[in-house]
């Protein structure tokens, strides 16, 4: 941190996690319902796909992303 500027962290709230919690478990619930094959499986899975998605949307998730300051002495031609 230059000059002990306090520029937030990039771990996300409790309640975005959450959000992310249910999509992944949606995931893995229908994948497990394809190989099983199921399609109770399958669906449960694409429901809490959508849940998530529905959570992430109220809990605002992309409001935790922390922009860092730009980096003293570094250049874009720096990155090529």
Same mark, same amino acid.
Do not use: C, Q, Y
């Given at each position: 941190?230059? &000059? #002990?500027?306090?520029?937030? !962290?990039?771990? #996300? *709230?409790? !309640? !975005?996690?959450?959000?992310?919690? /249910?999509?992944?478990? =949606?995931?893995? /619930?229908? =994948? /497990? =319902?394809?190989?099983?094959? !199921?399609?109770?499986? %399958?669906? $449960? &899975? $694409?429901?809490?796909?959508?849940? #998530?998605? %529905?959570?992430?949307?109220?809990?605002?998730?992309?409001?935790?992303?922390? %922009?860092?300051?730009? *980096?003293? &002495?570094?250049?874009?031609?720096?990155? *090529?």
């Amino acid at each position: 941190m230059a &000059g #002990g500027e306090n520029l937030g !962290s990039h771990g #996300g *709230r409790a !309640s !975005s996690w959450l959000a992310v919690a /249910v999509a992944v478990a =949606g995931f893995i /619930v229908g =994948g /497990v =319902g394809m190989v099983a094959p !199921s399609w109770t499986l %399958i669906w $449960i &899975g $694409i429901g809490l796909v959508v849940v #998530g998605g %529905i959570l992430a949307l109220v809990f605002d998730i992309f409001s935790d992303v922390v %922009i860092d300051a730009p *980096r003293v &002495g570094m250049h874009a031609e720096d990155h *090529r």
